[in-house]
């Protein structure tokens, strides 16, 4: 990377919205589970900008070509009484990578954790991704060994939402 570039991150606007969906196809591809992508433009635009935004994202710059992404929304601690932000997915271009951009990201949403007023800053990474691990472990974060992620979607989720 020419040493006079720098990364800029900011948050992301509706003209962002494909660079978003490109991204999260790439992860995907990366962590092997490209079929799992059914976001569009439209969907992912009424989320993050829409009337009642369900999610922020922040887009990261080289110059002016988008070379990363963080997608977060707002949590809640009843044990601190406090909001948290969750890293609902974090994204560089592999061009870029190992040359700073995810520590900046990282910072980056550090930073509005405690511009927020945030207890926490949380995020999930999958077992088998060893480098993304060691990244993580190099800034400070410490695993949750005991806790286990549960998901409810597509039809479980309906079946339990129809007992209601």
Known sequence: MDSQLKFRIEPATPRDVAVILRMTRALAEYEKVPDNVTATEASLRDSLFGTRPFAEAAIAHAGEEPAGMAVFFHTFSTFRGRPGLYVEDIFVEEKWRGQGLGKALMAYMANLAVERGCARLEWSVLDWNEP??????????????????????????VQLAAQA
């Open 132 to 157: 993304a691990i060691g990244f993580y472990r190099s800034l400070g974060a410490k695993p949750m060994d005991q806790w286990t992620v549960y998901r409810l979607t597509d039809e479980a989720l």
